[in-house]
């Protein structure tokens, strides 16, 4: 299954396998964690290099996501890039690339810890978007509800068939969604961290990623046998 359905705050929304989110009343595809130009901004600082590619991939899965959602809105849910100055060192394939995407559907661009300063291309510059009563920023606020966010790059590990499985992941409660990081190269943080488990409520879903949408209860504590898939849910 390509993407996961559900309701949050009386809106429709799906988790999509690429790690976008889409709404589906606003035509909005909403992406988290860019991190556009992270191979210059980590030999920049003296790094180990990166695969040259990472912005190529990442910006080719977010146009196909764009082309088949028809979206009319792009939100980048921050850290769009890798920092400030990476968005100004893009290399000219990666630029050229980006331009075209931002040519086809009206861009929001929320500010995040790495970039927090308005990226120089056109589109609509926030730290937070607010739209129909939900608030969507970059690092979720503890006692917020109604809230989508991105930031901890959450991952989820299963056991199945004694495999060890590792996805990026959706995580989704009664207050908040939190998305996986879109960007390649982007690592991530499991959805076991005490930080992620304090944010999410004891109902709350992650929605694994990759080749289809897999939604399971949250995994918590020492790593078991994971549960069936959960059905569709409705989250207010």
Known sequence: MNAFP???CGQAFEARASGALWAVEAQMLVVGDLHLGKPERVARRGGQMLPPYGD??????????????QAKTVLSLGDGFDDNRAAENLSPETLERLMSLLSVADWIWVGGNHDPGPPPFAGQKVSVFDHDGIAFRHIAQPNASGEISAHYH????????????????????????????FGAFTGGLSCRE???SE??????????????????????????EALSPAPPRRFG
């Open 56 to 69: 190529e991939a990442t910006l080719d899965k977010l146009a196909a996501e764009i082309d088949a959602t």
């Open 194 to 196: 005490q930080v992620l």
């Open 6 to 8: 559900f309701s949050f």
């Open 154 to 181: 959450p991952k989820a590990t299963l056991a199945l068939g004694g495999t060890r499985v590792s996805r990026p992941c959706f995580l989704i409660d009664q207050r908040r969604i939190i998305l996986p990081a």
């Open 199 to 224: 944010l999410m409520g004891p109902e709350a879903l992650a929605v694994l990623t990759g080749k289809s949408a897999r939604a399971v209860p949250m995994p918590r504590g020492q790593l078991k």
